[in-house]
């Protein structure tokens, strides 16, 4: 089930005709948005890189941006924005790896209407960035998996109906080739979920126990053994999910350093003025590539394009509140609410402040791979640098220190 890659005119007006269509019979400002987004989905607009039936058309992902501002422009909701990890990343692993067609629709769409929202369990309390060293068991018995183990930094768990979890199978295997993929069913018994409030109150993260949680050996992703393959797929998307949405021009987090500027003349010197001009020259750079890198998208898979994006977005959304944090003065220490916040979805937080948003953003350059994994990645798979030295690379996995 690969994606398509290809780009014409002719796809663009299909793309086009199509999306306007559907929005004309299901017209936003009135229908449910589970009612557009499913219209969407089955008229292959989901994912129109994705095959036909599937929520896509097989054509190039560069066009899904002509969606995407249709449906926004005419006041629909973007099924990434409320359903991001599903969209973003469960999406394209299920298409790439479910074991039938039939079982990838049954799963796909309700994803794409949002009403289904997934979580990804890959972070361990003893595996964080380095995912394949992760402990969880899962060990086979009949037609079903046996999981045992805890993991953490879980977004979104408390809402999710499925869970893309990663599990050892094979503990003398070497860590990336004892590792198998699962979908797991978040509300059946021996799921645990517990909040992680951040410093901000809210609590969009989790812990995740799960004490002998059974998974039907149908909802394996990939081969038994094959977890870390089927990983990098998830991961490298998400990577694209965290960095690689272009907004308006000088709309986002640099609209607000723009609003503060403007609001608090008195605060402004020139040392402040040079940072606010060059933090605008590096957004809307970031923006234009993104958009370029969307234009010209045609491959299912993405490549290291998302590590660059996801590395530039979370240092420049941190750079643009540390200005805003500058500009407030002794005003930037007015916060003290502690209360804890279940939100329903990533960084949503319409009354938020600005010091609140200071303070979510330091997350940005850990939550989906730390910037330290990014410049790994960009290291050795572009620039071609010696890689790091990896001594557990070929000892089996119950054989390496831990602790």
């Not at 896509?56 to 992902?61: A, E, F, I, K, Q």
């Not at 402040?272 to 299912?300: M, P, V, Y």
């Amino acid at each position: 089930m690969s994606p398509g890659t290809s780009t014409t005119t002719s796809d663009a007006l299909r793309v086009e005709e199509a999306a306007r269509k559907v929005v004309a019979e299901h017209d936003p400002r009135s229908v449910p948005s589970e009612e557009l987004l499913g219209a969407l989905f089955d008229a292959g607009l989901a994912w129109v890189s994705f095959p036909e039936g599937l929520g896509g058309l097989g054509l190039s992902r560069g066009l899904q941006s002509i969606v995407d501002g249709i449906v926004v422009d005419a006041g629909g909701p973007r099924g990434f924005a409320l359903n991001p990890i599903g969209y973003g990343m469960g999406a394209p692993t299920v298409v790439e790896y479910a074991q039938s067609t039939e079982q990838a629709r049954d799963w796909l769409r309700p994803l794409a209407t949002c009403e289904d929202i997934w979580c990804q369990l890959f972070s361990e309390p003893g595996a964080g960035s380095d995912v394949a060293g992760l402990a969880t068991t899962a060990v086979r018995d009949g037609d079903e998996w046996v999981l045992n183990g805890q993991k953490v930094w879980t977004t979104l768990a408390h809402v999710s109906r499925w869970g893309m979890v990663v599990a050892r199978t094979d503990p003398d295997q070497p860590k990336h080739r004892g590792l198998t993929y699962f979908v797991l069913d978040m509300h059946q018994p021996g799921v645990d979920v517990r909040p992680l409030r951040q410093m901000t109150g809210q609590a969009e993260f989790n812990e995740v126990y799960l004490n002998d949680a059974r998974i039907p050996d149908a909802n394996r992703l990939g081969e038994v053994g094959a977890g870390w393959k089927v990983a990098i797929t998830t991961l490298m998307n998400e990577r694209t999910a965290i960095g690689g949405v272009a907004g308006k021009r000088g709309t986002g987090p640099i609209a607000e350093a723009l609003g503060l500027w403007s609001a608090m003349p008195e605060r402004r010197t020139p040392v402040l003025r040079d940072r606010l001009s060059a933090l605008w020259t590096k957004t809307e750079a970031h923006r234009l590539t993104l958009a370029r890198a969307r234009r010209t998208a045609t491959k299912g898979q993405p490549g290291p394009e998302g590590s660059v994006s996801k590395l530039v977005a979370a240092e420049l959304n941190q750079d643009v509140y540390e200005f805003c944090m500058d500009l407030l003065g002794p005003e930037a220490l007015l916060y003290d609410d502690y209360t804890l916040r279940r939100a329903d979805r990533i960084g949503h937080d319409p009354g938020a402040t600005l010091q609140q948003r200071f303070l979510r953003s330091r997350a940005n350059t850990i939550e989906g791979g730390t910037s330290e994994v990014m410049r790994n990645i960009l290291g050795e798979r572009v620039l071609g640098l010696p890689g790091d030295m990896r001594a557990d690379s070929d000892r089996p996995w119950r054989e390496v220190p831990r602790g």
